[in-house]
Nanobody, 125 residues
Framework: QVQLVESGGGFVQAGGSLRLSCAAS????????MGWFRQAPGKERKFVAA????????RYGDFEKGRFAISRDTAKNTVYLQMNSLKPEDTAVYYC??????????????????WGQGTQVTVYS
């Protein structure tokens, strides 16, 4: 079992930056691929980024490329999402998720086995 707790969300002006953190419990964190998703009100959940167990492989949604960066610190059991040049359309609840397949960096939510409770990001203009 893995428990995931996101933090770092908040209010930020357009053009600003935030770094989200996802702290994982359990000693098997290093064996999981990790992902970030987001969901805006009234919209479907969308893939943001994913990282393999080793950190050597990453994948991003098209709209994040160049603005967002995913990373992980195995010693701290934490995965991060650095978000730069934020736009009002980035406003959403951001969720981290764990995939027991350590190599797959899936864009599909169905492939992830554990989810956090989410953290709200609000970008104002």
């Amino acid at each position: 079992q893995v428990q995931l707790v996101e933090s770092g969300g908040g209010f930020v002006q357009a053009g600003g930056s935030l770094r989200l953190s996802c702290a994982a419990s359990g000693r098997t964190f290093s064996r999981y691929a990790m992902g970030w998703f987001r969901q805006a009100p009234g919209k479907e959940r969308k893939f943001v980024a994913a990282i393999s167990w080793s950190g050597s492989s990453t994948r991003y949604g098209d709209f994040e490329k160049g603005r967002f960066a995913i990373s992980r610190d195995t010693a701290k059991n934490t995965v991060y999402l650095q978000m730069n040049s934020l736009k009002p359309e980035d406003t959403a609840v951001y969720y981290c998720a764990a995939d027991v397949d350590p190599i797959r960096t899936s864009t599909r939510g169905l492939d992830y086995d554990y989810w956090g409770q989410g953290t709200q990001v609000t970008v104002y203009s």
